[in-house]
């Protein structure tokens, strides 16, 4: 199952995020507690949560465990679940950008598959990350390129819990769930812009052994 996080303080502001780390408003927190129960009513019990090291996707988790009472299951966060980065555009108000910029160059930004944002002059790297090795902070990112970081941890620490028959949660962020949807389905690289990933919206799959997308389901839908 994949949920995207609730509505963060960037969400309500409509700037851009990526790596930035934002809270959710009081808004999110409610939505993330409406995901948690339509989860709950599904009844299905998960074996394993993945989530970013972002906090609006930390707290969305936390909220979704707490509400189908399974906050024992062990949660693991990584940096490979992420935002994409939106480089030098981070902060930015997403409709000064299309003045600036036009309407479909930023769409292009957005929504497509292999565009860049502008980048950083350098990389911006907070504690979090000084565990890891200074090459893994982009200066911006393309959702391809958002997609090869990401893969590496759909192998080997997602697919294997799947191939032994445990029900995988996978809380995190917009572009990276367009990323993994767009990998689970085999869409191509010029229909990923009709993809989107609502707000704490569940979207459960049915897998066969071979991780073949066998059904797919909105739990819930704005």
Sequence with gaps: MLIRHGESEANFANTYTGW?????????EQQAQAAGEAVAQAGIRFNHVHTSVLKRAIKTAYIVQSAIGQDDVAI???WRLNERHYGALRGLNKDLTREAFGKEQVAQWRRSFTQTPPLLQRPSRSR??????ASI????????????R?????TDQIA???????????????STLR?????????????????EIGNAQPLCYTLDMQLNVQNKAWLTKE
Excluded at 20 to 28: E, N
Excluded at 128 to 133: E, L
Excluded at 140 to 147: F, H, I, P, V, Y
Excluded at 160 to 174: D, R, S, T
């Design 128 to 133: 979090r990350y000084h565990r890891f090795p």
């Design 76 to 78: 693991t966060k990584s």
């Design 137 to 148: 902070i982009p200066r911006g990112e393309s959702l391809a390129t958002a997609t090869n």
């Design 150 to 154: 990401l893969l590496p941890y759909w």
């Design 20 to 28: 930035s780390d934002v809270p959710l408003t009081a808004k999110g």
């Design 160 to 174: 294997p819990g799947l191939l032994a028959g445990e029900n995988q949660l996978v809380v995190a962020h917009g």
């Design 179 to 195: 990323a993994m949807v767009k990998f689970l389905e085999a869409i191509p690289d010029t229909e990923i812009d009709r993809v």
